[in-house]
Every structure is written in C-alpha cells, then in structure tokens.
C-alpha cells in the first residue's frame, strides 16, 4: 500500500511538472491583443490632438504603425523597426516628415514589450502619439482592459552572441549574450543634485513592468523650456504629463511617484526603443547616461554583423540541446495590478 501511494503521488507530480511544462510553452506562442483599443490626447512636443487605435493583427506582423490623416487622404504604414528611425532628439521618431512620420513611440512600445503583446497594428491620425501623463501607465490600463491572446506561431527572439558598445562622450550604450530573458542596468548621473547619480536593475517581465516602470513620468528643467520651445519641442509639456524642475525643487504638487522616478523613466524609454529591435531580446542591456540616441545606436551596432545574434524560436533547439523556450521570462496576460 505505502508502494501504491508512492507511486500515486509521484504519478501526481509528474503530471504537474508536465502541466507546467505545457503552460510554459503555450506562453511561448506570440501574442496580440483581444480586441481594438481607442485613446486620445495630445502630443507632449508638438502639442497637436492625435488619436490612436491599437488593433489586434496577425502572427508575425510584429508592431506597425498606420499614419493617416495625410494631405491629400494618404496613409502610410511604418515598421516599428530600428532601421526605420529617422530622429532621436527628446523623443523617437519613424518615417519621414514628407511622407508621413510617428513620433514619441517610446511609451507606447514600452508598454506593449512590457507586457509581452507582439502583433499590433497602431492606426494614428497625427504626428504625434499622445503623451497621457508621460508615462506608460494609460497604455497598460488600456491593454489591460481587452487582454492579451495567444497566436499559433511560436514566438521569435534576437538573441545576443556577442557584446556590442557605442559611446558618446562619457555616455554608453551595450548588449551582452546572457543565458535566459532580459535584463536592463541604467543608470544617470545629472549635475543637478536633485537627481544626481541613479541606478535602476530589473529583469524584464510584465509584473516587474507593471509595478517598478510603468508609471515613471518624463521629466524637464523649466531653465530649458524657452530653448526648447523656439526647437520646436515641448509645446504640449505641463505638470499633468511632465514631472517639472526648477531651482533645486519639483514643482508638480503631488511630487514624485518613486523616489528614483528619473533613472525609471530612463529605463521606460530604454525599454521602449529597443523594442526596435522587431522581437523580444534575449541578453543583458546596460547604458549609462543614455539615451534615445544610445538605445537606437546600440540595435544598429548589434544588427551591423549577422555573428552578433540569432533569431530563434520558442520550443525550438538550440545550440546547447536545450528548448529555446527556456530563455525567456513569460508574460503575464492577466489584468491582475501588482
């Protein structure tokens, strides 16, 4: 009898290691969205109304963006890839200004990497994704409130074979190979002492997303706003999308929302522009001082020579023997706020 029960209960685990195992892998198809998503607002630089819809798409389509509202009716449709990035100044941009051209992606992208949806199409009627509160936290909800649903396709990855560096200055940007998900170490270090030198560590998953970036606003120094305005940019800024600086102080009265709120946003924007890159990543990205221009930079260094990665797939082998699948992070489809 102690035999039998032995043998039930071991029968009893291993269908739950066989359980979890399936579970594991079904998470490894790509995913997109449950239904369509509307949201509106204005652009945080260009200050101009835009509205976009999210809309489920098909396997394999990755991130793609439909700029209407063209002169003359015209719409144009724009990879959310890397090599389709024409400017990097304060905010990320792709497509060109004369044949239609989306700007400030990085949050959106962000939130949609974050939370593990790869096929989306982005319908925008204007130049410019609206900026919310200038964090990632109206995107969440958003997804949240239709879901995510699996595909058929197993998903794809780049994974990292060899490290990659730019430099600028005293600024840089690098991937490294690493054995499984993703990690992200970015770090700032401003004069000004109400920021000065942060670090910011996470292991890219949707929980860890939701809970420690997500909600991490852009930030400015009202000495810039003059200079920044006669460029163009921050024509929409306030203190309902922006976290505002000046004289040693933040001027928003509800204050901060992490007490490193800064080096999390940076972290916000590093994960949103290198969800360039056209599918999840598999290594470790470290910057320091960066930025939108680092973060492009180092996917350019890294799609340079085909022998610093590999696109792989979930369930697949690797060069190891083991199931490709293993590598990455899970994502979590449930609405659950943590």
Request: hydrophobic residues 45%; charged residues 25%; positive net charge.
């Amino acid at each position: 009898m102690e035999i039998a029960a032995r043998a039930a209960r071991m029968g009893e685990a291993s269908r739950k290691r066989g359980s979890k195992s399936e579970r594991r892998m079904r998470l490894a198809k790509q995913t997109t969205l449950k239904g369509r998503i509307a949201l509106s607002g204005a652009g945080v630089h260009s200050n101009a109304p835009a509205q976009i819809v999210l809309r489920p798409a098909e396997a394999n389509t990755g991130i793609t963006f439909l700029r209407t509202g063209l002169e003359g009716g015209r719409e144009r449709a724009i990879e959310a890839k890397w090599s389709q990035v024409t400017m990097t100044e304060l905010c990320t941009v792709i497509g060109d200004a004369s044949t239609g051209a989306v700007s400030t992606i990085e949050h959106l992208l962000a939130a949609l990497a974050g939370l593990g949806v790869d096929n989306v199409r982005v319908d925008v009627d204007g130049p410019e994704v609206p900026i919310m509160d200038g964090s990632a936290a109206a995107f969440v909800e958003a997804i949240d409130s239709v879901g995510v649903t699996e595909l058929s396709a197993p998903r794809r990855y780049i994974k990292v074979l060899k490290p990659v560096r730019v430099e600028h200055g005293r600024a840089f940007s690098e991937l490294r190979p690493a054995a499984e998900g993703f990690r992200l170490e970015v770090e700032i270090d401003f004069p000004q002492g109400i920021i000065g030198r942060q670090k910011k560590t996470i292991d890219l998953d949707a929980k860890t997303f939701r809970r420690e970036i997500a909600r991490a606003r852009t930030f400015g120094f009202v000495s810039d706003v003059e200079r920044l305005w006669k460029a163009g940019f921050a024509l929409g800024a306030s203190l309902e999308n922006s976290v505002a600086l000046e004289d040693g102080r933040i001027l928003n009265p509800e204050g901060l929302r992490y007490a490193d709120e800064f080096v999390r946003h940076k972290t916000l924007d590093a994960v949103g522009d290198l969800a360039l890159a056209g599918a999840p990543l598999i290594g470790a990205y470290r910057s320091y001082c960066g930025g939108h221009r680092m973060n492009v930079a180092v996917l350019e260094a890294l799609f340079k020579d085909h022998s610093n990665y590999a696109i792989v797939e979930a369930g697949a082998p690797r060069l190891g023997g083991r199931a490709e699948a293993a590598f990455a992070a899970a994502p979590a489809y449930s609405a659950e706020r943590n």
